[in-house]
């Protein structure tokens, strides 16, 4: 059973970072593209990052370019999301999601975690 | 950036009803690559469709998903409790990847 459960998430003061965790298992992990995909409070959707399964290619949101980090350890089978200087907006649940790539396009997302809660609040 | 727009932003049915829900593009989506995800309170979003008509693992065959171009459609044929949900779309066709704002399917 694919299993994705993210950890990290907290209260953080404008202007400060947090680095949010994915744990994977149930599936070869290093095989997989990997995603964050984030929800405000009461909101839609929004993909956040994207990370190739080598880690040779990877994405950000404009939202968020400069300012957050995506990595992964194969070998621990984890994901992970480095955020710094954190805004209000950044306030969401943070899901770590599995990418599904086709030929000329981007990916879907097949399996995702319960999200962990980032809250940027003075 | 392709925004996807859906409606309406609230259904309310009664079970056994069918209900139809758009999904419309600013732009062509590329391929067809169009998803469907389930959100149910509290809970991640469950893959339902991708490229516009693929059902995911799992997925009920009282739920279709249809269109071309701009325009797509997912169908619940007859309501079950379990599908009162917000409903949310996708595309991939083009980056960044955008989601629709959902449509919540409530029990009228």
């Known amino acids: 059973e694919v299993q994705l459960v993210e950890s990290g998430g907290g209260l953080v003061q404008p202007g400060g970072s947090l680095r949010l965790s994915c744990a994977a298992s149930?599936?070869?992990?290093?095989?997989?593209?990997m995603n964050w995909v984030r929800q405000a409070p009461g909101e839609g959707l929004e993909w956040v990052s994207y990370?190739?399964?080598?880690?040779?290619?990877?994405y950000y949101a404009d939202s968020v370019k400069g300012r957050f980090t995506i990595s992964r350890d194969n070998a621990k089978n984890s994901l992970f999301l480095q955020m710094n200087s954190l805004r209000d907006e950044d306030t969401a649940l943070y899901y770590c999601?599995?990418?599904?790539?086709?030929?000329?396009?981007?990916?879907?997302?097949?399996?995702w975690g319960q999200g962990a809660l980032v809250t940027v609040s003075s | 950036e392709t925004v996807l727009t859906q409606s309406p932003g609230t259904l309310s049915l009664s079970p056994g009803e069918r209900a139809t829900l758009s999904c419309r593009a600013s732009?062509?989506?590329?391929?067809?690559?169009l998803a469907w995800y389930q959100q149910k309170p509290g809970q991640a979003p469950r893959l339902l469709f991708y490229?516009?008509?693929s059902r995911a693992t799992g997925i009920p065959d009282r739920f279709s998903g249809s269109g071309s171009g701009t325009d797509f459609t997912l169908t619940i044929s007859g309501l079950e409790p379990e599908d009162f949900a917000v409903y949310f779309c996708?595309?991939?066709?083009?980056?960044?990847?955008?989601f629709g704002q959902g449509t919540k399917v409530e029990i009228k």
């Open positions: 999601a599995r990418g599904r790539g086709v030929a000329g396009g981007g990916f879907y997302f097949d399996y």
């Open positions: 149930g599936f070869t992990f290093s095989t997989y593209s």
């Open positions: 990370i190739t399964s080598s880690s040779g290619t990877i």
């Open positions: 732009q062509s989506v590329a391929g067809g690559y």
């Open positions: 490229t516009t008509s």
């Open positions: 996708q595309q991939y066709g083009s980056s960044p990847w955008t």
